[in-house]
Each structure stands twice: as structure tokens, then as C-alpha cells.
């Protein structure tokens, strides 16, 4: 047996979604939504960011975050609410979904040590405000200039 197979048959024996009796519990099923969802944002920020585009002010990732807890029925973690740009609210909806599955899955890291490597802080860029022109000013400092 390959090590593959072997990973592929731990990982189904891990996250096995249905009860004993056969069908999901709610808190599975509501779980799986919100995976699904904070998923679906995911996406979208990261096609953002792929065609170069980024969500530069806080209110716009908040209009985003409240639109995806509308969508869920959730309230999303204060570090979500937090994201000033598009780059951080993907930092923080990766840390989001990573504890959402450690409480479906509790033996999760154990079962799965190199996902240890993933609780170290996602990296977010920062971003480089363009400069103001100094034309602007260099007159007004002449002007003072000449005056002393």
C-alpha cells in the first residue's frame, strides 16, 4: 500500500461527517455551511487578488464580512471584523476556518502534524500608499524662506 493511499484513507477516517446513525447533526451541518461560505470569500478575495486588485480601506472589508454573517447567520471573530484590507481579512478568515475545523474535528493537529506549520500568523503584505507630489509645497517653503 502506497503512503498516498495510506494518507487518503486517514484523511476519510478523520473527517467522516455522518453519525453513527447515517445522517449529518445540525451542528455538522451548520458547521459545513459556514465552511462553505467563509470558503466562497476566500475565493472571491483571492480572484481579487490574482487580477490585482485589493480592498484598500477597513469599511469595505467590513460591508464584505457582514455580508457573509447575513449569509451564514454567524458572528464572525473580532480579528475578521479587524481586517483593514483585503490581504488581513484573508488572514483572518484562514485562522477563522482553521479553529471552525478543529472544533468539528478535535483530533485534527494530532492526527495531522504539519498542519502545526499553518498556526503560525498567515503573512499579510502591506500596502504602499502613493506619494503626495511635493510641487505642492516647495513654494510655500521658498516663500518662507526669503522671508526670514
Not at 470569500?41 to 454573517?69: S, Y
Not at 500568523?121 to 502613493?130: C, E, F, H, K, T
Request: contains cysteine.
Amino acid at each position: 500500500m502506497s503512503v498516498l493511499s495510506e494518507a487518503c484513507e486517514t484523511v476519510g477516517a478523520c473527517f467522516q461527517v455522518a453519525e453513527v446513525s447515517g445522517r449529518p447533526t445540525a451542528r455538522r451541518t451548520a458547521a459545513r455551511a459556514l465552511l462553505e461560505a467563509i470558503d466562497d470569500c476566500l475565493n472571491l478575495l483571492e480572484e481579487r487578488h490574482v487580477k490585482g486588485g485589493c480592498i484598500g480601506r477597513q469599511r469595505a472589508c467590513n460591508t464584505l464580512v457582514a455580508d457573509l454573517a447575513a449569509a451564514v447567520g454567524a458572528n464572525p471573530p473580532e480579528a475578521v471584523w479587524a481586517a483593514r484590507t483585503s490581504y488581513a481579512l484573508h488572514a483572518a478568515l484562514l485562522d477563522w476556518q482553521s479553529s471552525i475545523l478543529d472544533q468539528v474535528v478535535p483530533d485534527r493537529r494530532s492526527r495531522f502534524p504539519d498542519l502545526e506549520a499553518d498556526r503560525d500568523d498567515w503573512p499579510v503584505p502591506r500596502l504602499r500608499r502613493a506619494r503626495r507630489s511635493v510641487r505642492g509645497r516647495r513654494p510655500a517653503r521658498a516663500s518662507l524662506a526669503g522671508a526670514a
